[in-house]
T-cell receptor, first 114, second 112 residues
């Protein structure tokens, strides 16, 4: 089954805990992105990465961290420094920068702080 | 700072009406403008626009880009209840890395 896999679908976290959200792709695409979506709002960019071992902060990177050790994987860690982490998190990938391609999304992870 | 603004934020119409959704952008190193439909979870791709004045069409949906005015519209004719969704507009930029910046979305509700 090809595409983008985000796991888990639902995640509950106690205050003060770090959690890691997984995003794996088998599309062999270069660029990967993490977005946060709050109810009734659009997608806000957290981090993005074009190549392995390189990533850039988006508009709301504070309280989050990422790694890009493999082309296929771009995990997002929500740290205890993120004061309001309850949200829907979406991972996306897009093709080579030399070609104009659309971005494809995973099914998302809904994180709830309890 | 790269910015994408959509309007209206919310729209309620009757089945059969025609709607126009707006998207303006202000980004550096613009590459393309993308439209997505989001019903439950993952947004699904609708259109990608790279050139001004060329309308893209898919059934009852169409979209056009104006790179001079930094603006795009998404039209839906003869709306159906299944068109109810959040419509997202995004600008793809490239400065070393590709970056995809989204607007706030327009929540469209079609009443029977």
């Amino acid at each position: 089954d090809g595409g983008i896999t985000q796991s888990p679908k639902y995640l509950f976290r106690k205050e003060g805990q770090n959690v890691t959200l997984s995003c794996e792709q088998n599309l062999n695409h270069d660029a990967m992105y993490w977005y946060r979506q709050d109810p009734g709002q659009g997608l806000r960019l957290i981090y993005y990465s074009q190549i392995v071992n390189d990533f850039q902060k988006g508009d709301i990177a504070e309280g989050y961290s990422v790694s890009r050790e493999k082309k296929e994987s771009f995990p997002l860690t929500v740290t205890s420094a993120q004061k309001n982490p309850t949200a829907f998190y979406l991972c996306a990938v897009s093709g080579p920068s030399k070609r104009n391609t659309e971005a494809f999304f995973g099914q998302g992870t809904r994180l709830t702080v309890v | 700072e790269d910015k994408v603004v959509q309007s209206p934020l919310s729209l309620v119409v009757h089945e059969g009406d025609t709607v126009t959704l707006n998207c303006s952008y202000e980004v550096t190193n613009f590459r393309s403008l993308l439209w997505y439909k989001q019903e439950k979870k993952a947004p699904t791709f609708l259109f990608m626009l790279t050139s001004s004045g060329i309308e893209k069409k898919s059934g009852r949906l169409s979209s056009i880009l104006d790179k001079k005015e930094l603006f795009s519209i998404l039209n839906i004719t003869a709306t159906q209840t299944g068109d109810s969704a959040v419509y997202l507009c995004a600008a793809m930029t490239i400065q070393g890395a590709q970056k995809l910046v989204f607007g706030q979305g327009t929540r469209l509700t079609i009443n029977p």
